[in-house]
C-alpha cells in the first residue's frame, strides 16, 4: 500500500536502483509496483543472457539501463548509485522480494527527519515469507552482535530494502569506477556483503537511521542462492574487517550532479538497439539470480 508523506514539502525525487542479473521473469511484477511518482528507475545489468534488458524497455520504456562496472551486487548498486540523479536512493532486488509499493513510507521516513531508512521485518506491519528458523536465528545473533559493536539498536540487519538521501552516497565508500583485479575476482564490497557494510558505513558515520516495517515475499521465478551458514560468516567477516578501519569517512557530504570520473572505468548507458532479444536465449540460459 502507497502511503503519502504529511508534509507540507514538495514530494522528493526517487531514484530506484534495480541490480539484476537473469530476472526477465521477475521484472514485471517488480515494475509493476512501481509507486507513480518515481523520478527514474536505473536498471544495472550484470550481463544477462535472458533478455532482462529488453522486457525492461518494454515493461517501461524510460527506464535507464546501466552495464555494470565488475561483477556482483555490491558493484551493481554502487554503479547505480552514481548514476542517480534524484534526491533519494532506494534500493530494490529484482526478484520480487521487495515490494517498490512501500518506498513511499520510507520517503516519508526521511522527510521526517532520517537520514537513511532501512526495512525491517520485525516490526508490526513487516514480515516474511520466505524467512527460514535457522535464517532467522542466524539473523538474530548477527544483528545483536552488529548492535554490541555499533551501539546502535537495530531489529534486522541482514535485509536489503533500503532508502537513503543521495547526498550521503559517498558516505557508503562505494567503488564503481576502479578496474577489475588482475586475473579476475572482485574487490572488497562487490558480493553480497555490501549490505552489511552500507550498515557498517552509515552508523559509523553517525547517521540519523530508523527502521520502517517492511514485508519481504518469496522469490518469484528462479533459484536463491542464499545460504544460511555461508552468508552468515560473510556477514560476521564484513563487521569484523569494517570495525578495523581507521579511516572514517564524513557524515554528510554533498552530491554533485553525476560527472564522468577523471580514471577509471564507468558504467555505461545501455543503448535501445543493443538490447538482446528476450527470445534470443535458448532454455539453458534463462536461470534466474545474481551469483554470489
Known amino acids: ?56 524497455r518494454q515493461l517501461r520504456p524510460d527506464v535507464r539501463v546501466l552495464r555494470q562496472t565488475r561483477t556482483g551486487k555490491g558493484n551493481a548498486l554502487a554503479c547505480g548509485f552514481a548514476a542517480a540523479t534524484g534526491d533519494i536512493i532506494a534500493m530494490v532486488d529484482a526478484d520480487g522480494s521487495a515490494d517498490p509499493g512501500e518506498i513511499p513510507q520510507f520517503v516519508k521516513a526521511l522527510l521526517n527527519g532520517a537520514d537513511f531508512a532501512k526495512g525491517t521485518r520485525y ?23 552488529f548492535n554490541l559493536c555499533y551501539r546502535r539498536d ?48 552509515a552508523a559509523k558515520a553517525g547517521l540519523l537511521i530508523t527502521e520502517v516495517p517492511s514485508f519481504e515475499h518469496s522469490r518469484i521465478h528462479g533459484v536463491s542462492n542464499l545460504n544460511a551458514f555461508r552468508d552468515g560468516l560473510r556477514v560476521l567477516r564484513t563487521i569484523f574487517a569494517e570495525r578495523r578501519r581507521t579511516r572514517h569517512l564524513p557524515a554528510t557530504v554533498a552530491a554533485p550532479e553525476p560527472a564522468p570520473p577523471q580514471g577509471g572505468i564507468q558504467a555505461q548507458e545501455v543503448p535501445d538497439n543493443s ?18
Open 123 to 145: 516490526a508490526y506491519g513487516g514480515g516474511s515469507s520466505d524467512l527460514t528458523r535457522l535464517r532467522g536465528a542466524g539473523n538474530h545473533a548477527l544483528t545483536a552482535f
Open 1 to 56: 500500500m502507497m502511503v503519502q508523506a504529511d508534509t507540507s514539502e514538495p514530494w522528493p525525487r526517487v531514484s530506484v536502483v534495480v541490480p539484476a542479473l537473469n530476472e526477465a521473469r521477475n521484472l514485471p511484477h517488480v515494475f509493476a509496483r512501481m509507486p507513480p511518482n518515481i523520478h527514474e528507475v536505473i536498471l544495472v545489468d550484470g550481463h544477462s543472457v535472458d533478455g532482462t534488458v529488453a522486457v525492461a
Open 154 to 201: 537495530y531489529t534486522d540487519l541482514c535485509y536489503g530494502f533500503n532508502v537513503f538521501w543521495r547526498r550521503h552516497a559517498p558516505t557508503l565508500g562505494l567503488d564503481a569506477t576502479s578496474s577489475p583485479p588482475p586475473g579476475g575476482g572482485r574487490l572488497w564490497g562487490d558480493g553480497f556483503e555490501v549490505e552489511t557494510l552500507i550498515h557498517v558505513r
Open 275 to 292: 538490447a538482446p532479444s528476450a527470445m534470443a536465449a535458448g532454455p539453458e540460459q534463462r536461470s534466474s539470480g545474481r551469483t554470489r
